[in-house]
């Protein structure tokens, strides 16, 4: 299984941009990283997900350099709605479905 | 469309006692994984199913099991229950295992809004 490390914690100011970096030296060619977001008492949501290079929808991009063994989150402008823990998911890859979660990344916007 | 259901929402047992709980998924959804939260180890893999197989199962003890049904609804069953299996217990699910979804990939997960047992 991939094993993920993420900071446990970060903070920061609304209307900034903020850059979560999970580190994943084990991931298979066939993994894909996908990060979610979790409020309080609510299941993780859906974030972004890609393989390589850069993505970017309409609330988050992620990086991820030719090596693959890290990947960082990049949330533009954050306000304080976007404090919640993110997790950081390496291992869907196609044929495998080994499902490792990061440790989260508690993210405290402040106004 | 619905989302994931997750029934018991809230549960307290004791010790010694066994739990079942339960998942519905998106409808058309066939894939669906289990996961323990505790505030000390985060988000823990419990096992995934497909098509009534477990396809996945991560490090945890016997008495956690599982199944899926033909509909696509799952259980999940905890068995001589201790204090350290107090937590969330989620429920996701997807389209399937990429590559399986009419050849297109997709691996997000939805997840439900969680069923809280306490062991006391």
């Known amino acids: 299984l991939a094993k993920t490390t993420q900071p446990i914690s970060m903070d920061s100011y609304e209307g900034q941009e903020v850059n979560i970096t999970c580190s994943h030296n084990?991931?298979?060619?066939?993994?894909?990283i996908t990060w979610y977001q979790q409020f309080p008492s609510q299941g993780p949501r859906f974030i972004i997900q890609?393989?390589?290079t850069k993505v970017t929808n309409e609330v988050a991009s992620l990086f991820i350099p030719a090596d693959r063994k890290s990947s960082t989150l990049s949330l533009p402008r954050v306000s304080l709605s976007d404090t919640a823990v993110y997790y950081c998911?390496?291992?869907?890859?196609?044929?495998?479905?080994?499902?490792?979660f990061g440790s989260g990344t508690r993210l405290q916007v402040q106004p | 469309k619905a989302g994931v259901t997750q029934t018991p929402r809230y549960l307290i047992k004791t010790r010694g006692q066994q739990v079942t709980l339960s998942c519905s998924p998106i409808?058309?959804?066939?894939?669906v994984s289990w996961y323990q939260q505790t505030p000390g180890q985060g988000l823990q893999f419990l096992f995934e199913?497909?098509?009534?197989?477990?396809?996945n199962k991560g490090n945890f003890p016997g008495r956690f099991s599982g199944r899926q049904f033909s509909n696509s609804r799952s259980e999940m069953n905890v068995s001589t229950l201790e204090l350290g299996d107090s937590a969330l217990y989620l429920c996701?699910?997807?389209?399937?295992?990429?590559?399986?979804?009419?050849?297109?990939?997709?691996?997000?997960?939805?997840f439900g809004e969680g069923s809280r047992l306490t062991v006391l």
């Open positions: 890609g393989y390589k």
């Open positions: 409808s058309g959804h066939r894939s």
């Open positions: 199913y497909f098509s009534e197989t477990q396809r």
């Open positions: 998911l390496v291992g869907v890859g196609t044929g495998r479905r080994a499902l490792t």
């Open positions: 084990n991931i298979a060619t066939n993994d894909y």
């Open positions: 996701a699910s997807s389209l399937g295992p990429p590559g399986l979804a009419g050849g297109s990939y997709t691996g997000e997960l939805f």
